[in-house]
């Protein structure tokens, strides 16, 4: 199975995959066709400069194709009183006694740092489908995991502004 991604996601990579074929592929070929242009290629740091700027373009594009290809469309909706897609969710810890706030996103959207958790995360997959009081324990591995209580859930509407992560 691929990632999972929203409809929103899959627009977003494709407008990211057309950019980079028609804007970025052309500025790259020109960058190479002046550097090449400079003489000598066995010592010109440009050049190879250039190609590297070119090739880590074409690899970003295969890199977003095949995920695309091999993606998994999933819905955005889910009850309104429950932990979904897109929700924010404000997270009481009970071991360290302190409540933090999460936006579950797709594993593409995920930045713990920004508070944004994947849906594919043990935190995420274990919030979704839960409701405001629900104890959950979250299982991190076959030897640890911790509980946390849903004190609020707020259903947001994504307007994409999270972007894409850049690999």
Partial sequence: MGTELTRKDV?????EIEYRKLVVRKDAIEAVKEARAQGDLSENFEYYAAKKDKNQNESRIRYLERM???ATVISEDSKEDEV??????EVYFEE????ETYKVVTSVRGNSLKGLISIE???GKALLGHKVNDRVHIK???HYGYDVIIK???NTVDDGSDGIRKF
Avoid: A, F
Wanted: aromatic residues 0%; glycine residues 4%; hydrophobic residues 35%.
């Fill in 11 to 15: 627009e977003k990579i494709q407008q």
């Fill in 68 to 70: 695309l290809k091999t």
């Fill in 84 to 89: 979904g897609l897109n929700n924010t969710v």
């Fill in 96 to 99: 360290d006694d302190i409540t």
């Fill in 121 to 123: 995360s043990p935190l």
């Fill in 140 to 142: 991190v591995d076959d």
């Fill in 152 to 154: 609020s859930i707020i």
